[in-house]
């Protein structure tokens, strides 16, 4: 596994995003504390990393697409699931528009299925790992590689790792979070060609597969 790139980031990043041309991954970063938000476009192909000039005004807010512009969509109020608004951010202008409005993503973004306990993948995954999995865990088969997501107790709380084999040997394997209440999905996706994580909420990962 050869590792492409990797940043910490003082906030919890909240999402991510890929571009309409896969090109640009689009983090959404967040500080609870202070209820800020950051964005910042990494470029796939040179691995240059900005940070976007657009603050949307409202924390319930996320982010829809990324072509060019960033378009979000954005709840007026966080007990109203029909005041939902959507924008088009271009540096520091905002703009509503129709969600219609909001172009049409063709990402190719492979991500992992899920497998629950009492399936019966669920049941040859534990079992070929040979630990006692308290959760679901997700599974992914590309280009001779098998990605696994798994968890194990540490106490009362939970610890998620990242496990890459090749031809049935250890390529990598990461704590990926701990102290987690239950699982969660969406630990890892690929796209063209590339593994992309974040560990501890706060720092991003990708690797060449």
Known sequence: MQPLFQKPFEGIIWSSIIS???????????????KS???????????????LLTQPSSWWSMI????????LSEYKSENDPNSKMFYRLDGDNKKEIAESEIPYSENVIIQPSIYEPGSGYFKT???????????????????RKIILSYYLRSGKELERYLLVLQEGKKAMKVLQDNQMNGFASGSFF????????????????VYAI
Do not use: S
């Open 20 to 34: 309409n041309d896969n090109n640009l991954l689009v983090l959404d970063v967040r500080n609870e504390a202070e």
């Open 37 to 51: 938000i950051e964005y910042f476009k990494l470029n796939l192909d040179t691995y240059q990393i900005a940070q």
């Open 64 to 71: 829809e697409r990324f072509d060019q512009q960033l378009f």
């Open 125 to 143: 995954v534990r079992e070929f790992l040979g630990l006692d999995l308290p959760c679901a865990c997700e599974y992914l088969e590309i280009d």
């Open 190 to 205: 690929v796209v063209n060609g590339r593994l992309i994580f974040i560990k501890n909420r706060n720092e991003i990962f």
